[in-house]
């Protein structure tokens, strides 16, 4: 017991730095996604082209492979970048190649009537999408998208590889210093069960308020 008491204080020190990660990581994947699926879906050829086969690479290549390019890329070009930024932005771009999907189907999933109606109306496509589109697939991509925001949290794990004090890199120091695996990474998975498990509540209550799509 006073292990676990001496130890909370510790991990949740580490827990601010997940939370900064996943934050900053889950705002760029949401920005770059919703203009990967845009592009997808409204701009030129060679242009989709390009994004589709660069969003084809990235979701190709392992997460932690990403991290250890950027890390051992800048560390031998001599730039000076800080770690949890530097892995906060591949996290972010890495899961910008799923949250494009997220968008992309949401999109794509309304009926084409709807299109067919904004512009009978004399709307533009961005009209359509931003007057009528884009609150009919909110409700689609609601859960998808916390799940990706999920999944995201614990892809924030993998950046203790290259030494970013964040909440599992903080349970391993403690677990060399005292030798309680079991005991230290449990609590640093029930940490990670409660922040996850609350998004999940947060995007059953956003289906029961806003519904779907029939």
């Not at 997460?63 to 949890?84: E, R």
């Not at 999109?107 to 009919?136: C, D, F, M, N, P």
């Not at 005292?178 to 289906?207: D, G, K, N, R």
């Amino acid at each position: 017991m006073e292990l676990i008491i001496n130890s909370i204080p510790l991990l949740f020190k580490g827990l601010q730095n997940t939370i900064i990660m996943s934050l900053v990581a889950t705002l760029l994947a949401t920005v770059l996604g919703i203009l990967f699926a845009f592009i997808q879906i409204f701009s030129h050829f060679f242009i989709k082209a390009v994004v589709e086969v660069l969003l084809y690479l990235i979701r190709g290549v392992p997460l932690l492979v990403l991290l250890f390019m950027m890390y051992y890329s800048l560390l031998y070009s001599g730039l000076q970048v800080d770690p949890l930024i530097g892995g906060s932005v591949v996290i972010g771009v890495y899961f910008a190649a799923f949250m494009s999907e997220v968008f992309r189907g949401g999109i794509l999933s309304i009926a084409k009537g709807q299109w067919e109606a904004g512009y009978a109306l004399g709307l533009r496509t961005h009209q359509v999408v931003g007057s009528i589109l884009i609150y009919q697939a909110l409700r689609i991509i609601g859960a998808p998208f916390i799940n990706t925001v999920i999944m995201i949290i614990k892809g924030t794990s993998l950046v203790a590889i290259i030494g970013v004090t964040e909440l599992t890199f903080v349970g391993r120091q403690i677990v060399e210093r005292t030798l309680e695996p079991f005991l230290i990474f449990s609590l640093v998975a029930l940490i990670y069960i409660v922040m996850c498990y609350s998004l999940s509540l947060l995007a059953q209550h956003l289906e029961r308020k806003i519904g779907y799509v029939n």
